[in-house]
């Protein structure tokens, strides 16, 4: 089976450092998505880590450690337009599963 | 613009009747997902297709169909059986066989009991 676990709330002030974590216990990994999700719309995509380490996009990073199953997405330079949902779904074959998202809430 | 289009946004069902939701997509993806989001959990998957002419359920297809006839077009019909399908569905496509390629989604469709 697979468990997907994320905090459910978050809340940050604007300009602010926000780190969400993800951790994971799949039956098989073909690598770790992260999206983003604003309230009635469809998740966009914001990152993908297969290999551990850190990937950087822009204002956004996300880091895995297979051998620990977990990950983080960073979110810096916090804006309004950030407070959103953030899914953590993991790859088995052809399939993803997801976590139940971690709402962020950015404050002025 | 290529994309995912999925109709209606919003649709309502009576008891005991069939409702089919509308998948297009025209991104020339092989792959293609149904998905159910309920408030407060993640996506759950409900069927889905890697080529045409063939699919897999998925962890919640009981009272839920599906057709791929078209590479373009993939239809979700909620069924009768299904006894609580008031939920947010969210279709998506992804090139197949390619594990670093993300899934695009559709803007989804709103489906209540009346």
């Known amino acids: 089976g697979q468990n997907i676990d994320q905090p459910t709330e978050m809340t940050a002030t604007e300009g602010a450092i926000v780190q969400i974590n993800c951790t994971y216990q799949?039956?098989?990994?073909?690598?770790l998505f992260w999206y983003q999700q604003h309230a009635g719309e469809a998740p966009t995509f914001l990152s993908y880590?297969?290999?551990?380490g850190l990937e950087e996009k822009g204002r956004f990073s996300s880091f895995l450690s297979r051998s620990k199953g977990y990950s983080y997405l960073l979110l810096k330079e916090l804006q309004m337009k950030d407070s959103a949902s953030y899914l953590c779904?993991?790859?088995?074959?052809?399939?993803?599963?997801f976590g139940a998202g971690t709402t962020v809430t950015v404050r002025a | 613009d290529g994309g995912i289009t999925q109709s209606p946004k919003y649709l309502f069902r009576k008891e005991g009747q069939n409702v089919t939701l509308s998948c297009e997509q025209n991104?020339?993806?092989?792959?293609m997902y149904w998905y159910r989001q309920d408030p407060g959990q993640g996506l759950r998957l409900i069927y889905y297709?890697?080529?045409?002419?063939?699919?897999q359920k998925g962890d919640i297809a009981e009272g839920y169909s599906v057709s791929r006839e078209k590479k373009e077009s993939f239809p979700l019909t909620v069924t009768s059986a299904q006894k609580n399908p008031t939920a947010f569905y969210l279709c998506?496509?992804?090139?197949?066989?390619?594990?670093?390629?993300?899934?695009?989604f559709g803007d989804g469709t709103r489906l209540s009991i009346l």
């Open positions: 297709s890697q080529i045409v002419n063939d699919f």
């Open positions: 779904a993991v790859r088995d074959d052809y399939k993803l599963s």
């Open positions: 998506a496509s992804s090139i197949a066989g390619f594990s670093n390629q993300p899934q695009h």
């Open positions: 799949t039956s098989g990994f073909n690598g």
């Open positions: 991104l020339n993806h092989d792959a």
């Open positions: 880590n297969v290999l551990d």
